[in-house]
């Protein structure tokens, strides 16, 4: 667990695109501090009881625009070398969209050498997709019944699963997993399958600076993402970086460019986020911001006593 301790300020994983549509997972930009709702091999990365709160707002100043929230709450229990948690997303797509997912995490770690670790990680529970298209205000009354229109309300929970890996030494990590295992098909309010892939790695430039590049990969349907970005650290207290996002359906045009800036004191953590979009996107994407609140319980404190 000591070596998988210090990688959790070195990965900057971007995991996902979040669409108009519930086929596709959220995106959030700054899952570097909590990626067990893309990958649960990454359960129980540090010694602290951790409590994650994640919130973005998309499009802000547009009505009804995509509101997303995070909740992760995630434990390492020494003697069974496992990670154990919780975690909850809630991801509103429009006016009469949404999509809830809830799940229990476990990730089991194997030590290979005295500096390689390799987590396992599963996780299970329920996927709530809502509809109502009565919310929705059309022009043509017939409209409603069409393939991109629901007819009537509708709610449906599914059970739902991941699975994910993790090799990590004190240098650099790769992970890689699959979300929504038993989902081969989508459709307007179940998720389908998705293969994420990622590697960082964390470069000491001196006594009090770090950086810490990044490549993840996202691939669902015919949908493909590339992140591509680097952290810098500064004495463990702030940071700040830049990840690019090139458009692999487009040529590998640049579509979005996220830029975060972030503080950490005493076990408590907070970041922020703000997505740029480039070419096509420019201004369809401005105006998303996304803050990160952590908190890191001690549980020597507790042992002490």
């Known amino acids: 667990m000591k070596t998988t301790k210090n990688i959790l300020y070195s ?55 995509p509101r997303t929230g995070v909740l992760n709450v995630t434990n390492y229990i020494d ?10 997303s809630y991801d509103k797509m429009g006016v009469a969209h949404s999509t809830t997912n809830m799940k229990l995490v476990y990730a089991y770690q194997l030590d290979l050498t005295d500096k390689y670790v390799l987590s396992l990680g599963l996780g299970a529970g329920v996927n709530i997709g809502y509809i109502d298209p009565y919310q929705n205000t059309v022009d043509d ?17 599914s059970p739902d699963f991941d699975f994910g890996a993790e090799l990590t030494n004190p240098y650099w990590t790769v992970g890689a997993s699959v979300t929504h ?44 993402v590339m992140e591509i970005g680097s952290l810098a650290f500064y004495d463990r207290f702030v940071w700040g970086g830049l990840t690019l996002r090139p ?7 640049p579509s979005m460019l996220v830029i975060t800036l972030g503080v950490e004191w005493k076990k408590f953590r907070f970041g922020y ?9 420019e201004k369809l994407s401005s105006s998303t911001h996304e803050i990160i609140l952590s908190y890191g319980i001690d549980k020597g404190k507790w042992k002490k006593q």
């Open 141 to 157: 009354a017939s409209e409603f019944g069409e393939e991109t229109l629901s007819a009537d309300k509708e709610t449906k929970v």
């Open 247 to 253: 458009d692999l359906n487009e040529g590998f045009n």
């Open 273 to 281: 986020s703000y997505d740029l979009g480039l070419g096509t996107n």
């Open 79 to 88: 003697k069974i070398k496992s990670g154990m948690g919780f975690t909850c």
């Open 11 to 65: 990965l900057f994983t971007v995991l996902g695109i979040c669409t108009a549509s519930a086929q596709q997972d959220l995106m959030l930009s700054q899952e570097i501090f909590s990626r067990v709702n893309k990958n649960p091999a990454a359960t129980g990365n540090t010694e602290d009881i951790d409590i994650f709160l994640h919130g973005r707002i998309q499009w802000a100043g547009i009505d009804n625009s």
């Open 181 to 224: 295992l038993t989902k081969n098909e989508s459709n307007s309010l179940d998720p389908e399958r998705h293969y994420y892939l990622y590697g960082t790695s964390l470069i000491p430039v001196n006594k009090k600076w770090e950086l810490a590049p990044t490549l993840s990969y996202m691939h669902r349907n015919k949908t493909n």
